[in-house]
């Protein structure tokens, strides 16, 4: 095991595209020509830490990790993105992607990487391996008939380039009042338009006051709007961005998108028949139980309790973590039992930390066992917000 350089690209890259079964002639008809598909992977290996395997000079195994930041309830959490996993057929079944999950996210800890995010190409295999579903992503089908009327606001919806300075602080609003949210950097937003950027619009809304509430990206192909993302501070930005898509009547036949919360959009729609289909899409999971709970953002303080967390790959996530509050209302974590048992799993503790379960939910469903009491207590300390993400990498 050892980290890759950048003479590993092209083993790195054809690991890769044999495991997602990526031909060239798929790459090709997407607009990449054979350098662009190999320099598109230069940044993975430039900017993420990446381990594999070896069979002498062969690379067979590898898991890269990318350092990004997202916002938890308002707590701006240092976050190990993982991507790039995969491991030749021939070579499966040894353990080696267990052992490179266990020291990824070791020195992921190393790094003060208390989370962990990756989108699972397998839901199964990562739920196992301590990650669980934390996000949703419903994408929803409009007729031209079905889009709503006009509705008066006060601002103007102005089309830039998507690389548009104002674009890019909005969404940074956006994304620190956002829960699950990635705070995106350089890297991210390169991660963000890696595979698709073409012909893409902005439409940014501006208020009275000329100042940015909330934008959209966009594509008009075949007749059909496409919404990658749309991002809105108020809900006259919503309405202004709602009142553009329906301007397009008389040169779409549908409207298709996707909204990164497992909200319906259908409720606010005079005609609310349309097609929505809702999907889990990121996943997370707690690297140091320890270290994300000193930045936790509690709702409110309650009486000691202590969790039993079983984590089957992580050591350092074994055993009992007590919560206590002293006078002042200050949280301390202790690693002895004090106050009433909850039996947990490191998959069921960080879903249901990042609000995307509530306890009493997964209480009902088996996931974690623990009093009335315990459960109400969860109930009031975990705050209550959607969850939101709509990157991928």
Do not use: C
Request: hydrophobic content about 40%.
């Amino acid at each position: 095991m050892k980290t890759l350089e950048m003479e590993h690209l092209t083993q790195f890259n054809d690991l890769l595209r044999y495991v997602f079964q990526v031909t060239n002639q798929e790459l090709h008809e997407v607009g990449w020509a054979e350098d662009e598909i190999e320099q598109a992977k230069r940044p993975v290996l430039r900017k993420a830490d990446v381990i594999g395997w070896f069979d002498g000079d062969k690379l067979i195994s590898q898991m890269a990790v990318y350092p990004m930041n997202v916002n938890i309830f308002g707590e701006i959490y240092k976050m190990g993105g993982v991507t790039g996993v995969g491991t030749y057929p021939e070579y499966a079944n040894f353990g080696l992607m267990h052992r490179l999950m266990r020291q990824s996210l070791k020195e992921m800890r190393d790094r003060e990487q208390t989370i962990s995010y990756l989108y699972p190409y397998s839901i199964p295999y990562y739920r196992r391996k301590g990650w669980e579903i934390i996000t949703d992503v419903m994408t929803f089908t409009i007729k031209d008939t079905q889009l709503p009327e006009n509705v008066p606001v006060k601002g103007m919806v102005e089309r830039l380039d998507i690389e548009h300075e104002d674009v890019l602080k909005t969404y940074d609003r956006f994304a620190r009042n956002q829960h699950v949210a990635m705070i995106r950097d350089s890297l991210a937003w390169e991660e963000y338009w890696r595979w698709e950027r073409e012909e893409m619009i902005a439409a940014v809304y501006y208020d009275e006051a000329n100042e940015p509430q909330g934008f959209m990206y966009y594509w008009i192909a075949d007749d059909i709007f496409h919404m990658k993302e749309m991002v809105y501070l108020t809900q006259e930005a919503r309405h202004g961005l709602w009142n553009f898509i329906s301007a397009h009547f008389s040169m779409v036949t549908h409207v298709k998108g996707k909204m990164y919360t497992n909200a319906p959009i259908a409720f606010l729609m005079e005609d609310s028949d349309i097609t929505e289909t809702i999907h889990p899409y990121y996943m997370a999971r707690i690297v140091d139980v320890e270290g994300f709970f000193k930045k936790y953002p509690f709702a409110e303080k309650q009486a000691d309790f202590h969790f039993r967390v079983t984590d089957d790959l992580l050591d350092w996530n074994q055993g009992i973590f007590a919560f206590t509050w002293d006078e002042n209302g200050d949280f301390e974590m202790v690693k002895e039992a004090r106050g009433e048992a909850v039996e947990i799993d490191i998959q069921t503790l960080t879903t249901m930390f990042f609000g995307y379960k509530r306890p009493k939910y997964l209480r009902k469903i088996g996931r974690l066992m623990a009093s009335d009491m315990v459960v109400k207590q969860l109930e009031k300390m975990i705050p209550n917000e959607t969850p939101y993400f709509s990157d991928y990498f």
